[in-house]
């Protein structure tokens, strides 16, 4: 069965400029989390949603924000970006469950690269 | 403030021997804890994972080891392969399912 996929792959943009990122589950997956990694900080965790609703979130501003629609795909939107906010951005879709066992079964996408310039 | 840390960057092995990877974590709420491996160009791939109730679980050549007292995990992999370089990530998990990343160590192992 396909993976999860992410595009665009690669990303450039500019300081102040907004941009939106797209994640595509495994089919029948219905959470769908998404992860910044920087070499910097690593790997953090931004957001959960499942069933189209925010389930999760982590320790980001408001400029970065998501949603997910009734198939499942998911967005990522970062606003008024900043030099700080390049990086390679990740998607994992699981199915979801009542303990954190699922996460065993939590694929990754490739990811999207954004540089912001 | 890093709950979860893996203070070495590189791991370097011969082919055939033991590559021993260490993680550490501050936080006591912490109660179930994953490993990942990932390549260049991929996303991190599930390795194995260890509920705190246990103190160790394997998986072929992949043993985590769990040490509660010492906030303190390790990876065993038995006998190493070159095509397992990559760098691996620890993470931990508590009752918010967040997943809470250490920075990563690479790991080379040589033929």
């Known amino acids: 069965k396909a993976g999860v996929t992410q595009t665009p792959r690669y990303l450039i943009k500019t300081r102040g400029q907004q941009v939106t990122l797209s994640c595509s589950p495994i089919s029948g997956h219905r959470s769908v989390s998404w992860y910044q990694q920087t070499p910097g900080q690593g790997l953090q965790f931004l957001f959960e949603?499942?069933?189209?609703?925010?389930?999760n979130k982590g320790n980001f501003p408001g400029r970065f924000s998501g949603r997910q629609f009734s198939n499942s795909r998911s967005e990522m939107n970062v606003s008024t970006l900043e030099l700080g906010d390049s990086a390679l951005y990740l998607c994992?879709?699981?199915?979801?469950?009542?303990?954190?066992?699922?996460?065993?079964?939590?694929?990754f996408g490739p990811g999207t690269r954004l540089t912001v310039l | 403030d890093q709950q979860v840390k893996q203070n070495s960057p590189s791991l370097s092995v011969q082919e055939g021997r033991i590559s021993i990877l260490n993680c550490d974590y501050t936080?006591?709420?912490?109660?179930?804890f994953l490993w990942y491996k990932k390549y260049p160009a991929e996303g991190p791939t599930f390795l194995i994972s260890i509920s705190s109730i246990k103190d160790k679980n394997e998986d072929g050549r992949f043993t985590v080891f769990l040490n509660k007292s010492a906030k303190h995990l390790s990876l065993h992999i038995v006998p190493s392969q070159p095509g397992d370089s990559a760098v691996y990530f620890c993470?931990?998990?508590?009752?918010?399912?967040?997943?809470?990343f250490g920075k990563g160590t690479l790991l080379t192992v040589n033929p």
């Open positions: 993470a931990a998990v508590g009752s918010n399912y967040k997943l809470t």
């Open positions: 994992a879709s699981s199915y979801t469950g009542a303990s954190p066992q699922y996460l065993d079964t939590q694929y």
């Open positions: 936080n006591s709420m912490f109660d179930y």
């Open positions: 949603y499942f069933s189209e609703t925010q389930r």
